[in-house]
Nanobody, 122 residues
Framework: VQLQASGGGLVQAGGSLRLSCAASGGTFSRYALGWFRQAPGKEREFVSSISWSGGITYYADSVKGRFTISRVNAKNTVYLQMNSLTPEDTAVYYC????????????????WGQGTQVTVSS
């Protein structure tokens, strides 16, 4: 499956962005999806994940209550709504897919999108 992330940009602290990850080349509804991010000089870190049905979601503590993950299987797309952004959220955001894994270990995910830059100014 191929993934393409989009929706990043420059936003002021306190603002919002919605990231999208569009999938092609596979049966999207059979994959769990995750969002990760990587800031310069830092390791890639887990942000959020969602089960194939959308019924189970997970969030990193750092984004809980501010970010919401969702998916529309009919559109082969997963979203990450990001509210109350802070400069600490600045990173390249990646979406990833796995047949069933929804954990935080990025090495477990099989497929990755190209990343989209999110920059939050103070």
């Amino acid at each position: 499956v191929q993934l393409q992330a989009s929706g990043g940009g420059l936003v002021q602290a306190g603002g919002s962005l919605r990231l999208s990850c569009a999938a092609s080349g596979g049966t999207f509804s059979r994959y769990a999806l995750g969002w990760f991010r990587q800031a310069p000089g830092k390791e890639r870190e887990f942000v959020s994940s969602i089960s194939w049905s959308g019924g189970i979601t997970y969030y990193a503590d750092s984004v809980k209550g501010r970010f919401t993950i969702s998916r529309v299987n009919a559109k082969n797309t997963v979203y990450l709504q990001m509210n109350s952004l802070t400069p600490e959220d600045t990173a390249v955001y990646y979406c990833a897919a796995h047949p069933y894994y929804t954990g935080s270990n990025y090495t477990e995910y099989d497929y990755w999108g190209q990343g989209t830059q999110v920059t939050v100014s103070s």
